[in-house]
């Protein structure tokens, strides 16, 4: 017999895979504007840098005792020269009465007659400092624009100015600084590290790649690497470097499996060259972290269509939870575009459903068809068997043939009788 087949569900069909497969591209494309891998730079203490200016800088702040109280003692005198005003300011800051410093540091300038560049961009670098503290920026940038118009090498200034823009949250004119002091401190890897992070967010990913990549070459070899690995990992992911980030953040997991969607971005990397499996496991993993979860859902949904022997219910069930997610890290983009994936699936699944209906309407058509033209011929059959089941008799024909004769001979004798 005969078995009837089942036509195969929609989401056994082709046309889901192509749809998730568009979907991919998409997700990889629009990576860059994904708040979720952006990272947000740290300004940190605002008055950092004008401290340790201030701390390194300040006579009073670094020696013993013995001096400062000597120093203190000095600073009760009435002030009358440059000298008494730099002393007098030295104690305010060691007591962090920076308004009582900074009337002080205006003194000096004002008295001071030049002779001592040094001590002049000094004076400048530390109102600069005292202006920061002190919650004015706009005169501290001017204060430390001067100290730079003295000495274009004073490398402190720039990063005092850098720590203003942090505050301000103006990436470009933070790289600006930050990239200025690094040409005089190429050594420190914290600055360049900040830097990358401003470029970041600048959209310069080229930019940030390179300060990452000179971090990673000129670390010593005891130098704990994971974080930068991790930042590495994810700026290539920017540039489209799937193969390269994939590498640097499987390096940061094997140190530190606790970094912010780092499951997650290995898996966008595995997606990337069709690894949707491996791209699961990974998003399962963010999931169990409760890490980037609407990302996270949304991505495994799709990489689960792409499958082989994919289970249609369950990468629905992620679609869902995607477009239902309430939590503070939502992202609108991302409901929207599960809501519209899923409401593209249901639209697919009616047009399978009228297709198969249609279809199994054919294939009873046929079978009816068929069982009549089979009731048919076997009807056919059964008359054939029964005359083929009575044969004639020898000479039958024949005889009766005769008797027909023999009548009609009689009929016509009979006129020829009547004449005699």
């Known amino acids: ?36 891998v952006g990272i947000r730079i740290q300004p940190g203490d605002q008055t950092k840098a004008a401290t340790n200016y201030l701390v390194d800088h300040t006579k009073y702040v ?77 005169e501290a940038l001017q204060a430390l624009d001067q100290a730079l118009e003295q000495d274009q090498e004073q490398a402190d200034a720039y990063l005092v100015k850098a720590q203003i823009y942090a505050q301000r949250e103006e990436t470009e004119p933070l790289a600006l600084a930050l990239e200025a002091y690094l040409e005089l401190k190429p050594e420190d890897s914290q600055i360049r590290a900040l830097l990358a ?13 390179e300060q990452y990549q000179e971090i990673l070459n000129t670390a010593p070899p005891d130098a704990d690497l994971t974080e930068t690995a991790y ?5 290539s992911i920017q540039l489209g470097n799937f193969s390269t980030a994939e590498k640097s953040l499987k ?51 799709v990489c689960r269509l792409m499958t082989e022997d994919y289970d249609y219910e369950v990468a629905v069930e992620d679609l869902q939870k995607a477009a239902d997610y309430k939590g503070t890290d939502a992202d609108q983009t991302v409901t929207q575009q599960a809501k519209d994936f899923l409401a593209e699936l249901a639209t697919a ?14 294939l009873a058509a046929e079978k009816a068809a068929a069982a009549e033209r089979a009731a048919s011929q076997e009807s056919s059959d059964s008359g054939s068997e029964q005359s083929a089941g009575q044969p004639q008799q020898p000479g039958e024909n024949a005889a009766e043939s005769n008797g027909t004769a023999s009548v009609q001979g009689e009929e016509l004798q009979e006129p020829a009788g009547d004449q005699s």
């Open 197 to 209: 992070q401003a470029m970041f967010t600048a959209e310069d990913y080229k930019g940030a790649t």
């Open 231 to 235: 930042l590495y990992g994810l700026t």
């Open 62 to 138: 670094i020696e013993g005792r013995l001096k400062r109280l000597q120093e203190k003692v000095r600073a009760l005198q009435e002030p009358t020269k440059v000298e008494d005003y730099y002393r007098l300011a030295g104690t305010q800051i060691a007591q962090e009465d920076y308004t009582g410093a900074l009337s002080s540091m205006e003194q000096c300038l004002s008295i001071y007659s030049g002779g001592d560049d040094a001590l002049y961009l000094d004076l400048l670098m530390k109102r600069g400092c005292l202006l920061v503290l002190l919650g004015q920026d706009d």
């Open 349 to 362: 699944q009616e047009e399978a459903d009228r297709l198969a209906a249609e279809e199994a309407e054919r």
């Open 1 to 36: 017999m005969n078995e009837t087949k089942v036509p195969k569900k929609f989401h056994q069909k082709p046309r889901v895979r192509i749809t998730a497969g568009i979907l991919v591209a998409a997700l990889l494309l629009s990576l860059g504007a994904n708040a979720a």
């Open 251 to 301: 390096q940061a997991l094997a140190k530190d499996n606790t970094l912010e969607g780092i499951y997650y971005y290995i898996g966008v990397c595995q997606m990337s060259r069709g690894d949707y499996a491996g791209a699961v496991s990974n998003m399962t993993a963010s999931i169990q972290q409760n890490s980037l979860l609407q990302l996270s859902h949304y991505t495994r949904g």
